[in-house]
């Protein structure tokens, strides 16, 4: 056997041990349906809002808190502008006039966790919210993270379900699909009490977690990450609120798409170096016995594999030019007979077939979940976009890990 195409095996046998794992999870506890009730307590809430150059955005991600279905004297809105060149901050000073719920504070950069943090060391109430500048909250989002919140008291962390906002281009269209799969794999991290990210679009914390780990760090630009490693590591439980929904605006071009997957993926090689001594360590549950190692055993899964496609395509490649250059027969289009006899039945056919049609399961309880209905356009984008511009940002995030490069924000 080719030895290149015994690791693609291997590969293949992760991910699908993998997904049939979180399938299991799926089925021993399924999520519960959103509920009607209202909580019995409504704490105090600081909505922070980080932005650096948002004009285009600002205003309707506050527009989105403004209309959040909770007591307005219990919610405040902290718009931290740091150091923004173009018009966010007039627009942000405009809705503080007129909002007594917005209070617009300016500071040098000094990038988006020092913002968090300003938010923190200004802000009094019970419970902290993160809101990106570019993302928009469902008008009863917040109700539903107090609501699980009040459902066990030592939940320090919670994390939304986050779905792309308004998706028109075949890129933003296939970030659809990865964002509703993404769904799947937040809820059943959740199951296993290891979710590994709290991301900036409307990810809650409760005070007494920063008390007890301090506030956010710089973390290689994925200050997200690195705080739910730490929490992890302290031993406070993060869960996921998939009944509390928040849209992103997904990068437009393939250049921002690269940029922004490469950070976060140089992130997580870097935290991943930070807390090494996790992994493979039965005192962080599944968090560090399965999420972590699965995480950067899919991370240079990815790239092997595309390696060993490229290889045996340039090689593919070569060895037609050569028989052109040989014989002087030109290339002909291969007949392709409709006959199941015809049809290959390798081991390797069926186990990327069957590794395609368990993501799509998972894709399709994502999409259950977050009562989101994907088109057959957002299915074919991502199987046919995916595989190709996924590389692209592992290599680059593998390079500057290595040479220990800070990764680009924008």
């Not at 993302?135 to 459902?151: T, W």
Request: aromatic fraction near 14%; charge should be positive.
């Amino acid at each position: 056997m080719d030895i290149g195409a015994l690791g693609v095996y291997m590969c293949l046998f992760i991910a699908l041990y993998f997904e049939v794992f979180l399938l299991i999870s799926f089925l021993e506890k399924r999520p519960t349906p959103k509920s009607v009730t209202l909580p019995k307590h409504f704490p105090t809430v600081s909505m922070l809002v980080p932005c650096w150059n948002e004009e285009k955005t600002i205003g309707r991600t506050i527009e989105s808190l403004l209309a959040l279905d909770y007591p307005k004297d219990k919610l405040e809105i902290m718009v931290i502008d740091d150091g923004s060149k173009d018009g966010t901050r007039a627009i942000a000073e405009r809705y503080a006039a007129e909002h007594p719920q917005v209070k617009y504070f300016h500071k040098e950069n000094g990038g988006k966790y020092t913002a968090l943090n300003f938010g923190i060391e200004h802000s009094t109430s019970e419970l902290l919210g993160c809101l990106d500048a570019d993302s928009f909250v469902a008008q009863d989002g917040l109700m539903e993270m107090i609501k699980r919140f009040e459902s066990d008291p030592e939940i320090m962390a919670i994390t939304p379900a986050m779905k792309v906002f308004k998706p028109h281009t075949v890129l933003e269209l296939m970030q659809s699909v990865e964002y509703t799969f993404g769904i799947f794999y937040k809820k059943m991290f959740d199951n296993l009490s290891a979710v590994n990210v709290l991301p900036g679009p409307f990810s809650m914390y409760k005070r007494a977690a920063f008390e007890k780990i301090g506030i956010f760090r710089h973390a290689h630009n994925t200050e997200d990450m690195e705080i739910a490693f730490r929490m992890h590591a302290h031993g406070l439980k993060i869960v996921n609120a998939h009944t509390a929904f928040v849209y992103t605006t997904a990068p437009k071009t393939f250049r921002a798409l690269v940029k922004q997957r490469t950070r976060w993926s140089q992130g997580f090689l870097q935290n991943s170096f930070d807390y090494r001594y996790m992994y493979f360590n039965p005192r962080f549950g599944h968090f560090g016995m399965l999420v972590l190692p699965f995480g950067l055993i899919a991370f240079f899964a990815g790239i092997y594999a595309a390696s060993y496609t490229l290889f045996h395509f340039l090689y593919s490649l070569v060895n037609r030019g050569l028989d052109l250059y040989a014989t002087r027969i030109p290339p002909h289009v291969p007949q392709i007979r409709p006959e199941w006899f015809y049809l290959d039945t390798s081991m390797m056919t069926f186990l990327i077939v069957f590794t395609l049609c368990m993501t799509l399961v998972a894709i399709l309880i994502g999409g259950q979940i977050a009562q989101t209905r994907l088109t057959l356009k957002s299915y074919a984008s991502y199987i046919l976009l995916f595989g190709l511009v996924a590389p692209f940002w592992l290599v680059r995030a593998l390079w500057g890990a290595v040479r220990a490069k800070e990764s680009a924000w924008r």
